[in-house]
């Protein structure tokens, strides 16, 4: 996604190769720990003891404070231009805060320790893609092939994990998440440094909200909260249409290989579509799919739509990208990503999971995915203000 132009005026792929490596590397080490951490994190405290309500109070409440802290430090790292340091000093804290999970074993002090990496680790990925954006050109002129290796290494961590929880039982997990956290300061502290100094144009985070960026975080918070049932029920779906139990596995691996193929391609979608228009395109696809979700019944049918996850989660992720440094000050870019994720991961995301919880009883998951149709629907109202006011700031 060339976002800023391509490469720096006559670098070479040698003098490109190292940053862009480090890039990589950091994404991927990012979400190996999100990999690790999704499905296995509830059956360990499963293991431990825990009830289900219990599980959903730990596991649920940490997005909130993952997007909360990432706010919150994004102030501090475009105020004080502390960005550079704070993706070294946090995950190396975080990395920290992990270790006393090989020997916790009691439910509240392991709540206590996810709470607090939570807090540590949840501005990375806002403070990487923010650092990612201000060095594009250094690093390749492509966010979409280094974002790629993220969504690899989330497959790699959930599909790698699952033989070790098999062998070792899931008191394994703890080592499974301490692994990437130790290695993740060594390698974001060779990241190229974001600038230091004064901040003469910067904003904080709650400042940042313009029309534009408004509508945009509204269409993203809607299309979010209608995945909730992919999200959180899937699973459910697929037990409650008699398809094998493969079929979720199968399905998410396959729709999370079509993430990676789009991000491959990014800079020539992003290249050849206005990126308002993308915005729009990628809300009504969405409201297609949980349509056809709903209808479906046959498995390679009920598999195929969900490669419409390319859609929903990566075409609606770069033009977020795009559309964050045009509409946000380059000074506070860090808040402009962790109002985005915010909006979209924390808060829609949360909610979308709990709204698809409280109604899955008594609507059952087709009925269910019809409302998440109509949910997407609703999201190109803001789609297409945004498409408005972008003309208008064009003009």
């Given at each position: ?58 596991v649920g409440v940490q997005p909130l404070v993952r997007w ?190 079509a993430e990676i193929v789009l991000f491959r391609s990014a ?67 860090t808040g402009g990503q962790a109002v985005y994720g915010m ?53």
């Open positions: 996604m060339r976002l800023r132009g391509g490469s720096l005026p006559g670098q070479d792929d040698r003098a490109i190769a190292r940053p862009r490596l480090t890039a990589a590397a950091s994404y991927f080490l990012v979400f190996l720990g999100a990999g690790v951490y999704m499905p296995y994190v509830p059956l360990y405290l499963a293991h431990l003891g825990a009830s289900g309500w219990q599980i959903g109070a730990v909360t802290s990432a706010v919150a430090w994004a102030y501090v790292a475009d105020r004080w231009r502390l960005r550079g340091r704070l993706l070294v000093w946090l995950p190396f804290a975080g990395g920290a805060c992990l270790v006393p999970l090989l020997v916790s074993k009691s439910l509240p002090a392991v709540a206590l320790t996810l709470t607090a990496v939570a807090v540590c680790h949840g501005p990375l990925v806002a403070m990487l893609d923010a650092t990612v954006l201000e060095h594009l050109a250094r690093l390749g002129g492509d966010y979409g092939r280094l974002r790629l290796w993220g969504s690899a290494s989330f497959v790699l961590g959930a599909a790698g994990s699952a033989p070790l929880v098999a062998a070792y039982s899931p008191d394994v997990v703890p080592v499974l998440l301490l692994v990437p956290g130790l290695l993740l300061p060594v390698v974001l502290s060779r990241l190229p440094r974001a600038s230091d100094g004064g901040a003469s144009r910067f904003q904080p985070p709650w400042r940042l909200l313009t029309p534009p960026l408004r509508a945009m975080l509204a269409t993203v918070f809607l299309v979010e909260l209608s995945s909730g049932t992919w999200n959180g029920f899937f699973a459910l779906h697929t037990s409650a249409l008699g398809l094998p139990a493969s079929t979720p596995g199968v399905t998410w691996g396959l729709a999370v290989l800079g020539t979608l992003v290249g050849r579509v206005d990126v308002p228009h993308l915005v729009l395109v990628a809300t009504a696809l969405t409201a297609v799919r949980w349509v056809l979700t709903a209808s479906l019944v046959r498995e390679p049918l009920v598999i195929a739509v969900q490669l419409g996850h390319a859609v929903t989660f990566s075409a609606l992720h770069l033009a977020a990208q795009v559309l964050i440094t045009r509409l946000v000050p380059a000074d506070s870019t909006a979209r991961f924390g808060a829609g995301g949360a909610a979308g999971v709990w709204l698809a919880g409280a109604l899955v009883d008594r609507l059952g998951t087709r009925a269910l995915f019809v409302v998440d149709a109509g949910i997407a629907l609703a999201a190109m109202i803001p789609a297409l203000r945004l498409g408005r006011l972008s003309e208008e700031v064009a003009d």
